[in-house]
């Protein structure tokens, strides 16, 4: 099964990740733990080592509460990553302490919930409008040279921030979002990190699930549905991605593989990206997106991928970086 090496460190990570935020039941519908616990047991048979959470996915940390229970004596075979910085208010709000002894706290905290002595990366999950983002870059270098984390990385940064963290600590990936529809990334942050040798670890290869293929163009998204409130799931544009997703539909029922797989493939294979993050909360999910591993689009395949990317209006760009 084919890993990647993560930064400069000598961490090896399988280029499809486990985004372990769906199983923290916050926004995906029909979340139960005897399906997510099973997902994260169908991980290394499907080729999948590196799982991705934070200390807010779910009110008291049930993302990586769940990733201790599944992993047990197995911990030392996968690669955890999982993020600071971020967390509950009391009327569910999203707040910010990025301060270094919130810091501090979340990650002794992440390593109990986690039942680990150790974090292989631990991301600065947006950096804190209140805090000189030097101050929580110089926390996280203290948090690596404990020994607590193994590799540090940043998420949710504009260019500048990321060079400014990165003057203060230590940075071996980065984690934005990146899919075929929102590509802003490869301006910018790809060729740095491609010059810096920090990974890209990107969120949202599937636009959570849009690109998988799977909903019908007339699918009626639950009040209770936490996609619905994106622009891309509304109105003309989600028109128009439907129409990506039917060329989408033919060049993988052509190449025998499915929509999410295909996309996931194109994803691994842009310049500079180490490793996509997808959401699973079921093994069937898991499963297919692992199908994504160990192959490649073929040219002609991949020239039929930038003609529809086309039509949908996204610019082109396959040799950018
Ligand atoms: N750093 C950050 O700020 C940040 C932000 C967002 C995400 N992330 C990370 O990135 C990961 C991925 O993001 P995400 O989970 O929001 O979105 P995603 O990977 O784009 O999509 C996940 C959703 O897509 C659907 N899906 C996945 N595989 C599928 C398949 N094979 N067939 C059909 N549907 C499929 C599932 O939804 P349904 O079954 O409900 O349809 C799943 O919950 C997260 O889990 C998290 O680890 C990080």
Redesign the pocket.
Known sequence: MERRRLGKTDLQVSPVAL????MAGMT???VNDTDSLATLAACLDAGINFL???YNYGPHGESERLIARALGSKRDQFVIAT?GGLHWGPQGERLHDASPRALRRECDESLQRLGTDYIDLL?L??PDPAVPLGESAGAMAELLATGKVRAVGA??VSLAQLIEFAAACPVSAC?P?YNMLQREIEADIVPWCIQHQVSLVV???????LL?G?LARDHVFDAADGRAKYPMFQGTEWQKNQDLVDALRSIASAAKR?V?QVVINWTIHRPGITAA?????RPD?LR??AGALDWRLTEQQLAEIDQALAARGQAVSRNAV
């Open positions: 985004g372990c935020w769906p995906s519908l029909g991705d959470t934070a993020k991301y999950h947006a998420s949710n984690q979002k969120y949202w290869p599937l636009m959570k699930g998988a799977k499915t999410a993050l997808c959401g699973a909360k999910q297919e997106n």
